[in-house]
């Protein structure tokens, strides 16, 4: 595989989950957060966008946190990208339990800034791509704000291929009955 780095967003409120963190869920017998980092365990370097307090949960990643804090998933990509130092950068959300069945086929993405995956009915799965670092870094530099912004908006420039990933690798945990809890 080519070398590229890793930001996996793990910060938010778990308002639908009454404040419990996503990161901090089990699935299969290890937390969401702990499957994304495995997912992506290929990565040069990995950025966790979170809390300090995930530091004994993280290794050797990096943590940083937005600015100011809980500005959204964008302004959590850009407190990121500084220290990303690949050509290219995956994104995940860290509440996809089985995420890991989507990163062969977007690392062989072929677009010309990255690739980006698509459900089954098309939709653009905007928490899961990669593109070319420069390229993520000038969408960024092109915002006059990232607080509060659509990550689509933000990566609506960049020409991403739209790949077919695994159903799987898109499940989702935002409430208790996505865990199987409700």
């Not at 040069?44 to 530091?55: F, K, M, N």
Request: overall charge negative; hydrophobic content about 50%; charged content about 25%.
């Amino acid at each position: 595989m080519d070398d590229f780095d890793a930001i996996v967003l793990a910060g938010g409120t778990a308002r639908r989950l009454g404040g419990t963190p996503k990161h901090a869920l089990i699935v299969e017998g290890r937390t969401l957060l702990a499957r994304t980092l495995e997912a992506v365990s290929g990565a040069e370097s990995i950025v966790v966008v979170g809390d300090a307090d995930l530091r004994p949960l993280v290794g050797d990643a990096e943590i940083v946190r937005e600015d100011p804090p809980l500005a959204g998933p964008a302004a959590g990509i850009g407190a990121a990208l500084p220290y990303v130092t690949a050509e290219r950068v995956v994104v995940l959300a860290c509440d996809h339990p089985y995420v890991a069945d989507a990163l062969e086929p977007l690392l062989g993405g072929t677009g010309p800034d990255g690739a980006i995956a698509i459900d089954a009915e098309g939709r653009r799965q905007n928490l899961t791509f990669i593109a070319r670092t420069d390229a993520l870094r000038a969408a960024v530099a092109r915002q006059p704000s990232l607080v509060d912004l659509a990550v689509h908006c933000l990566i609506e420039p960049l020409k991403l291929a739209e790949i077919a990933v695994p159903a799987r690798a898109l499940l989702d945990v935002d409430t208790w009955e996505d865990l199987g809890h409700g």
